[in-house]
């Protein structure tokens, strides 16, 4: 098939970006999003020119490293799938398609398809885990743990990181991943004890960062290749609420 | 040179605990003047930073990717193994560390493995109280399944994202002391030497992957927690990034490098399917719980497998393993799916591939408990190939999936550079010539949580702190030549791409030194590797400057090392004329295709000491003594 790709360039932070086009012939639908980006690279660089850089690592959907916008969606059209994820049968022989990079201030773009998703990291060391230092841990049958309550601390905890919903959002929020995280361990009895501080400081930090508010649009989770329900960002605001009120 | 592996004395169920004792602990007060460098940042690298960092030692903790999360450990699926025997199955501690010596063919080592299954309960406690959301049972106990080469239910798992959630437990624990201020983490960045002077480990060289920076980084100790180099074959399951660069610098520098030749190749994998194919997905070992392999009976048989009829279907684990059947070890169900498609059998486009079949499992326990089970890996398989997996069967065919080998370490996982410590996939010592399913996490965590940091420890008390002095010239020296290496990269200006390199460098590796080896590949494969490698220094192109992002330089550099490294792999395998777990040489089998060890001449550790460019290693060997359980031919029929 054939593919006219329209790509953001932009070489550091500091210099202003542009679309380039570039055509991608000859090739199988059979490629992943992230292949096809090899094979522009492949020409790119026969023909000496920069290719083009993304952030990619495990190429199975789970370490949340890729991150692009194709044709105004994150990761693309195909539902719950990262743009590793997403094969090129899902597209139309001769379309254009659009990739930009995250579209947030608190995400700046290092180069091309590369921004900087450390806020995140910041908000989990806010209180995004559980006080246990190695070695004092109960035996760990001696807390048992609801089977529904464990399944849905997964369906919460298998948030990949990759920053989808903050793209996707129209304000930029970062409330899905922050309600991921809030919600896994507020599932848990291991994580009670610190319920209240955990998201009132990983709000506060998150509200620091520079993400936006939470309208209700539901594109993050429509954009989540995890497809986290935003039942959780009602479990946050919850959990948010009842803290203020005792704070 | 016989190598001292320090095994303390005893009887092998008290060496550990007799040993803990007596390693000497630091006083925090002392710790928090001792600089711990701990690069890597997967379950070993963020489990050893957290708990230094809670004992109070100062930790600076790297890794190549954006963030620590996404180290690969996040892509193990299928679990974690402990001797619990929560399901009361006769489950011990023994039978773990007998299982993992068996299925390592007999050459790992016994004091380490017997650790490994003692401290397995303890890594369960702390990951459930971190907050891992474990699948449990309905009365809210924790749930076990079973794995490969096992006959016992000790795989804890949740759902066929283990690793994802072992890792994000402790990054979240390495995340907190990052708020205590303990630990300082440095995405982006890139080992791309080891420091050393009078004898010692001093430092790394990094390079900051956004502005291209190359800098000296000084510490007390060193610990690698690099993983493996199952991306020498190109195509792997492992991550894009993944490489052997930090362990190939660090075996430059004078650490050991072990039994290289070891490497897993994974049975169920979803069947290459395209030359701009960058990576093989591995679909959980998890899957052959429920699954039955087979192939056609016939050879060149293009029916579509719903059309071939039971009596003309070869499930040739169960006829030829009928004691473990599809759940026999990975080694063992790698080989024997080549040898069926070998004879004409595989399925699927070029033959190369054989069934993973659900229908049975179906009928059986009905859709729903199948897609409860492994519906996220259905999902996955359709994704990838467009096929439903529920209606027809998976194609499946091996891939390279880890690496027992790796550099060589002492009981107390440092190398032969004093303070220099390897942990997790990036060492050798516990899986001997093939690791169990679900042990590759229980290792990791094994290492970063319960033993680096005690032994860490012991080797900084009494020594003076270096509080982050980088004078010695041996820094200038590393980061001078990291720095011309880097321009030499980038002087070449040639006309091929690095993944093309890469691409040849892998096709020679499979057909050579993947599940089936001979004098003649290896041979073959030793002369054609400097070829390769001249050629890229010659034609390879790596465009852009060394002061900015560039990937096509980070690739560069970690093809480079993978151009020499190969050449110690097929080296070591050519050394090791017998067969054991994963290294099949094809002289040395059983008349029913087994692989063969040769205990006489080959009981032993190898381990391969650098001695120059252009020079032979030098063959170190660590014999390895079987006391607990006698030498036997690993069986699984």
Redesign the interface.
């Known amino acids: 098939m054939r593919l006219t790709l329209r790509v953001w360039r932009q ?2 932070a500091k210099e202003p970006g542009r679309f380039e086009t570039y055509e991608a012939k000859d ?2 639908p ?3 999003f ?2 096809l980006l ?2 522009v690279n ?1 020409g790119l ?2 023909r ?4 083009i ?1 993304f ?11 890729c991150a692009m916008m194709i044709n105004g969606e994150a990761h693309g059209p ?1 539902p ?2 990262a743009a590793c ?1 997403l ?1 090129l ?1 899902h597209f139309k022989d001769g379309e254009t398609l659009t990739i930009e990079p995250w579209r947030a201030r608190a995400f700046p773009i ?2 091309d398809l ?1 921004v ?3 806020a ?2 910041r908000i ?3 209180g ?14 001696s ?5 529904p309550d ?2 849905e ?2 369906d919460a ?2 948030c ?2 990759c920053g989808a919903c903050v793209a996707a959002c129209p304000n930029a929020s970062a409330m899905l991943f922050v309600a991921a995280k809030v919600s ?2 507020a ?2 009895p ?2 009670q004890a610190e319920r209240k501080p955990r998201v009132l400081n990983m709000v506060e930090q998150m509200d620091r960062e520079g993400f936006g508010n939470c309208t209700n649009h539901y594109e993050c989770m429509a954009a989540c290749p995890k497809s986290i329900h935003v039942k959780f960002i009602a479990q946050l605001n919850r959990d948010y609420l009842k803290a203020c009120r005792r704070r | 040179m016989i190598l001292d592996p320090k095994i303390p004395p005893g009887p092998l169920p008290d060496k550990w605990e007799a040993h803990r004792k007596a390693l000497k602990a630091l006083d925090p007060s002392v710790a928090q003047r001792c600089r711990v460098l701990v690069v890597g940042t997967g379950l070993a690298g963020a ?1 050893a930073a ?2 230094l960092a ?1 004992r109070g030692f100062q930790v600076e903790a790297l890794c190549f ?6 180290a ?1 450990s ?2 193990a699926q299928g679990g974690i193994n402990a001797a ?1 025997n ?1 399901p009361k199955d006769g489950d011990s501690i023994e039978r773990l560390f007998q299982d993992t010596i068996k299925g390592g063919d007999f050459r790992s080592r016994e004091a380490n493995v017997y650790r490994l299954a003692e401290i397995s309960n ?1 890594i ?8 891992v ?10 749930a076990n399944r079973s794995f490969g080469g096992v006959k016992v239910r000790r795989t804890f798992y ?2 066929g ?1 283990t690793g ?2 072992l890792l ?1 437990g402790a ?3 390495m ?2 002391q ?2 205590a201020g303990r630990v300082r ?1 440095h ?1 982006r960045t890139e080992m791309l030497d080891l420091v050393v002077a009078d004898g010692e480990t001093r430092g790394i060289v990094v390079r900051d992957l ?1 502005t291209g920076e190359i800098h000296a980084l000084s510490g007390d100790a060193v610990v690698l927690a690099t993983g493996g180099y199952s991306t020498v074959y190109h195509l792997s399951t492992n ?3 993944c490489n052997v660069t930090a362990a190939y610098r660090a075996y430059r520098r004078g650490a050991h490098f072990a039994n290289p030749c070891f490497t897993q190749i994974h049975p169920t994998c979803i069947p290459l ?2 030359r ?4 093989l ?2 679909m959980s070992e998890s899957l052959r719980n429920d699954g039955r392999i087979w192939v056609p009976k016939q050879k060149g048989d293009t029916r579509p497998p719903s059309q071939i009829p039971e009596a003309e279907r070869d499930y040739y684990l169960e006829r030829r393993y009928p004691s473990y059947g599809n759940l026999a070890p990975r080694d063992i169900a790698s080989r024997a799916a080549k040898a069926v498609c070998d004879e004409g059998r595989g399925v699927g486009p070029g033959g190369q591939g054989v069934y993973l079949d659900f229908a049975d499992a179906v009928r059986k326990l009905g859709r729903k408990t199948i897609q409860e089970r492994y519906g996220n890996l259905f ?2 398989y359709r ?2 190939t ?1 096929e439903d997996a529920y209606a027809a069967p998976m194609r499946i065919y091996p891939a390279p999936h880890y690496a027992m080998g790796g550099l060589w370490v002492d009981y107390n996982l440092m190398g032969t550079i004093p303070g220099l410590f390897v942990i997790g996939e990036a060492n050798f010592s516990d899986h001997g010539a093939n690791r169990l399913g679900a042990s590759a996490l229980m290792q990791g965590l094994a290492d970063g ?2 033993i680096a ?1 005690l032994t860490v420890a012991d080797y900084l008390s009494g020594r003076k702190p270096q509080r982050g002095d980088a004078a010695h010239p041996a820094f200038a020296a590393a980061r001078r030549e990291v720095e011309e290496r880097t321009r030499r990269l980038l002087a070449v200006r040639g ?1 091929r ?1 690095v ?2 390199f890469h691409r040849d460098l892998g096709k020679l590796m499979w057909d050579d030194c993947g599940m089936s080896r001979s004098a003649a590949g290896l041979t073959r494969a030793l002369a054609e590797i400097p070829r390769i490698r001249d050629a890229f220094w010659k034609d390879v ?1 790596v ?2 400057g060394g002061e ?2 560039n ?2 330089l980070e690739r560069a550099g970690r093809v480079a090392d993978f151009l020499e490294f190969a050449e110690l792999i097929c080296r070591d395998a050519l050394h090791r004329e017998e067969s054991c777990g994963g290294h099949f040489r094809v002289e040395h089998q059983t008349a029913d295709g087994e692989a063969k060890r040769d205990d006489a001449r080959f009981c032993y550790v190898a381990a391969w000491q650098f001695a120059g460019d252009g020079q032979p290693p030098v063959l170190h060997r660590e014999p390895l003594a079987f006391d607990a359980i006698p030498l036997s031919e690993r069986s699984y029929k």
């Open positions: 070489k550091s090739i199988s059979d490629l992943s992230l292949e090899d094979v492949d660089q026969q000496g020119l920069d290719p850089a952030d990619h690592d495990c190429r199975e959907g789970i370490c949340g490293s195909q719950a799938v994820q094969y049968r290092i180069r590369i900087d998703r450390s995140f990291d989990i060391q806010a995004g885990y559980v006080s246990v230092d190695t070695g004092s841990a109960p035996e760990a049958n807390v048992p743990v609801p089977k464990a399944e601390a997964m905890a298998a990949i990181g896994h361990l599932k848990l291991q994580g | 489990s957290a708990t809670e990717q954006d963030s620590a999360r996404r690969h996040i892509a619990k929560y303890a369960i406690d702390q990951c459930a109280a971190q907050g959301p474990f699948a449990r049972e309905y009365d809210g106990h924790l949740a759902r994202q994802q959630q994000l990054y979240q624990a995340m907190r990052v708020k983490v995405p956004v991550a894009k990034g399917a395209g701009y194919q960058s990576k997905t591995l999902d996955m994704e990838i467009d949580y319960f940091p006309k791409t993944d093309a192109t465009l852009g900015e992002l990937q096509a």
